[in-house]
């Protein structure tokens, strides 16, 4: 099976996050590392998401987080050729968190395009880094997937996400072979359409 890059957000993810569960669990699964997770750059970021992704082409990723901004930005850079799909945890609002740290600032603002590639997006209703309504039009804008997973806080250990085995199930659906849309340009894949809750799964 193709390797699932697990990309974490602002400070990494701490001990009992369900991305280090994963890591532990999965042998397909990498952490893509960041040499300061405390001050974000992006062109740093994505340095080490883009040599990541050249050594493992055809990976799913897996983002919390900031993570996920940095896959935003990633799809339209020529590496996103290499991705076989995204799952966007929690994306946080690096636009907010910009105007209140100027540590972010390289992160906004948001990309508002298609993705290119297939993606879902996890959101929470009670999420203190990303409003729900913003996260959930981020997701048409990007054309993924979306699903609600209800009041889950930031989808971390504080919310009480720590193994998550639903999440690897949406995690593991990416890794199948997406549908062709012989509408968009080159015949990538078709958008994921709204998910709501576990119901497609």
């Not at 900031?66 to 930005?73: D, K, M, P, Q």
């Not at 799952?87 to 603002?109: G, I, K, N, W």
Request: charged share 15%; glycine share 8%.
């Amino acid at each position: 099976m193709p390797a699932t890059l697990l990309i974490p957000g602002y400070k990494g993810s701490e001990a009992g996050h369900w991305q280090c569960q994963w890591l532990h669990d999965d042998p397909s699964a990498l952490l893509v590392e960041q040499d300061d997770w405390h001050y974000p750059v992006l062109s740093d970021w994505m340095h080490m998401l883009e040599s990541t992704l050249a050594e493992n082409p055809g990976a799913v990723l897996v983002a919390h987080s900031l993570g996920c901004v940095l896959v935003a930005h990633l799809a339209s850079r020529p590496a996103a050729a290499h991705v076989a799909g995204a799952l966007l945890v929690a994306p946080a609002d690096a636009e907010t968190m910009a105007r209140r740290d100027s540590r972010f600032q390289s992160f906004a603002p948001l990309p508002r395009h298609e993705l290119g590639f297939p993606s879902i997006v996890v959101a929470s209703r009670n999420d203190e880094y990303m409003s729900f309504a913003k996260a959930e039009a981020l997701s048409h804008v990007w054309g993924s997937g979306f699903v609600d997973l209800g009041h889950a806080g930031h989808i971390n250990v504080a919310s009480g996400f720590g193994h998550w085995p639903d999440g690897a199930i949406l995690a593991s659906s990416l890794h199948r072979e997406p549908a062709v849309n012989p509408n968009l340009p080159g015949g990538l894949p078709a958008p994921r359409p709204f998910l709501p809750g576990w119901a497609a799964f």
